[in-house]
């Protein structure tokens, strides 16, 4: 009888404990356990997609807890999610260029805003707007980034399109990063082959805030990687006059097939016989 007893208490504190463990997880994994208390500024960010975020959700730096959402709406004649951030004021030296990020704690975790430093030298104030964003990703596109593709910052902010044109763009497609030094700034809006023509017509929304891109920059389809995902990538040239709305990038570098990859290779692994033939039939005329 009493090994039945114990037997029977031991069980039931197995329970209790369980579930005691249970609920100390579930405070620690939600925004309950992160509750601030204290004075705090205001900052505005939206986003085209927060995911599962929720009111109370941390608001992290570097993985420090800095606030918290104070509230989400929907944007009054947007399709974005309007999300205030409650930072605490001891954190007041955020600059204005930084980017905020919809984040998940782990694989299966609670959704929670986090903060990249930028470099400007100002900082936002209460009530001020974070303009780069980034929202909640979903599983298409974290696979994507796995594989190389990267991702841009919403440009919540506004964009300019401009246009180029690519005898190959190999698998890019609509969505794809406009980068610019490795930096993202924009994003492929189309990808269109014009009947009658060779090449293909490629459309790149850019971010407002890099509105200084000289007109005479090239554009190169580049790829993430040995089997990455496929991006636009901008060399900025020298001219005085920028980029507009509706202006076409006239130097571009298309897409490189592996064939031809595996040809420079060879041609590069050649004996120095053929260096010096393609070296003097690169020759300018009257060079001799």
Do not use: C, W
Not at 59 to 71: M, N
Not at 92 to 110: E, H, K, N, Q, R
Not at 130 to 137: F, I, K, V, Y
Not at 212 to 220: E, G, L
């Amino acid at each position: 009888m009493s090994q039945r007893k114990s037997y029977a208490v031991g069980t039931g504190l197995f329970i209790v404990l369980g579930f005691a463990a249970l609920g100390y997880l579930a405070t620690q994994t939600s925004s309950v356990a992160n509750r601030h208390h204290g004075a705090t500024y205001t900052v505005d960010a939206k986003f085209e997609n927060i995911g599962q975020l929720k009111e109370r959700a941390p608001v992290k730096i570097a993985g420090v807890r800095v606030g918290e959402v104070a509230s989400i709406a929907l944007a009054k004649g947007a399709p974005v999610a309007d999300v205030k951030l409650a930072i605490d004021k001891r954190y007041a030296d955020i600059p204005v260029d930084s980017v905020a990020t919809v984040f998940t704690s782990g694989l299966l975790g609670d959704q929670y805003v986090g903060i990249e430093y930028g470099h400007a030298r100002q900082y936002i104030a209460d009530g001020g707007k974070l303009g780069l964003t980034r929202s909640s990703q979903p599983l298409e596109e974290m696979l994507g980034k796995f594989f190389g593709a990267g991702g841009g910052a919403d440009a919540i902010g506004g964009s300019y399109d401009v246009t180029a044109r690519f005898s190959n763009v190999g698998t890019l497609s609509a969505g794809s990063p406009v980068k610019m030094a490795g930096v993202a700034i924009g994003r492929v809006l189309s990808v269109q082959a014009e009947p009658g023509k060779l090449d293909a017509l490629v459309t790149l929304a850019i971010d407002n805030r890099y509105n200084q891109i000289p007109d005479d920059s090239s554009a190169a389809v580049f790829t993430s990687g040995l089997i990455g995902s496929q991006y636009v990538a901008i060399q900025p040239g020298g001219s005085p006059d920028m980029l507009k709305n509706g202006d076409e990038m006239i130097l571009t570098q298309s897409a490189m097939q592996l064939e031809d990859l595996i040809g420079k290779f060879l041609v590069n692994g050649s004996g120095s016989g053929d260096k010096k033939d393609s070296g003097s039939s690169a020759t300018p005329a009257g060079k001799h």
